[in-house]
């Protein structure tokens, strides 16, 4: 018997200021009502997650694709996962600089190549070879981001005269007033299978090289037909610490609700390593959680019986 679909996305989880709002509700709808189609006419999980990802990786309203923020020396470095549950089959990209949707790129790695896992110009040598068009640099950098760069640039170089500035340099973890816009999806679609995918820009004014949660196994992005789908967002490392969004998922697999697994992941992040995020995660059984310890997240989703969208504040 075919499986009533289900899709669920996040645009980031931080203290969104009130003027930004509108911007994230019409970009996580408009991610929903693309993966919705590809949902609603028979398609896979896998598929609408890709496309979700990609309408918001175009909106430069996110820190993903076009619009990401900088890294220190003003360039824009992707990084994205995307994870089909019933195979187990997953691509990956870390730190391109070329490619305006690294989820394609990443999707291609899961259908066309033994590897799980390509960075830099090797990914996007991948993705080239595989008819995927490279863009320049300075096509995914934006006004926004450059003037944001330079402001922080200019504070840190106050506050460093008198400290180790190495530290304060990368930014501070605890700070939910930068923007963690990392873009997720995740899916369940009539065949019962689940999927999710995540892309960002990463962490304002990262060392280049740097890589996140959001594009590695199990910490940004997770699906299994077993346990679950979940993707975070967030300040990467210490998601990446706990290995966030495959914990979810075990939650999940131990019998545990997702509704209270998310939230149960987001006190584990908080009181372990004192982390800030949010994440979303969805079983085979179409039940998913949304939750986020920060001031808001964006978030929408979609069933066959409703339709639904926030930025949810906190508690
Ligand atoms: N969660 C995005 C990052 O830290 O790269």
Not at 84 to 104: F, I, K, M, S
Not at 109 to 126: D, N, R, T
Not at 296 to 311: E, F, L, P, Q, S
Request: aromatic content about 6%; some cysteine.
């Amino acid at each position: 018997m075919p499986t009533d679909p289900v899709l669920v996305v996040h645009g980031g989880a931080w203290a969104m200021p009130d003027d930004m709002v509108d911007a994230h509700l019409r970009g996580v709808n408009n991610a929903i009502s693309t993966g919705w189609r590809v949902l609603d006419r028979g398609g896979s999980a896998l598929d609408a997650v890709e496309e979700a990802v990609v309408i918001m990786e175009d909106d430069e309203t996110f820190d993903a694709g076009r619009g990401s923020f900088l890294n220190r020396d003003g360039r824009v470095q992707l990084d994205a996962l995307i994870m089909d549950g019933a195979t187990l089959r997953a691509g990956g990209v870390g730190c391109v600089e070329h490619l305006r949707n690294p989820v394609r790129a990443a999707r291609k790695i899961l259908s066309e190549s033994p590897h799980v896992y390509f960075v830099a110009e090797g990914a996007e040598k991948f993705a080239a070879e595989r008819g995927i068009a490279l863009c320049k640099n300075e096509e995914l950098v934006i006004p926004r981001e450059v003037e944001r760069l330079h402001s922080y640039q200019a504070e840190l170089a106050k506050r460093t005269q008198s400290q180790d500035g190495n530290d304060l340099f990368a930014g501070s973890p605890d700070d939910v007033t930068i923007s963690h816009d990392t873009v997720g999806a995740i899916a369940l679609d009539c065949n019962g299978n689940i999927a999710a995918a995540t892309s960002t820009g990463g962490t304002l004014n990262k060392a280049p090289g740097r890589l996140g949660d959001s594009s590695l196994i199990g910490c940004g992005c997770y699906a299994d037909n077993e346990s679950a789908a979940a993707s975070t967002t967030g300040w990467g490392e210490p998601i990446m610490k706990l290995v966030l969004a495959k914990w979810t998922a075990d939650r999940i697999a131990a019998g545990n609700l997702p509704e209270w697994s998310a939230q149960e992941a987001m006190n584990y992040l908080k009181q372990r390593v004192n982390g800030h995020g949010g994440i979303i995660v969805l079983s085979r059984d179409g039940h998913f959680g949304i939750a986020h310890n920060t001031p808001r997240m964006a978030w929408a989703y979609k069933t066959v019986k409703k339709h639904d969208a926030g930025i949810l504040r906190e508690s």
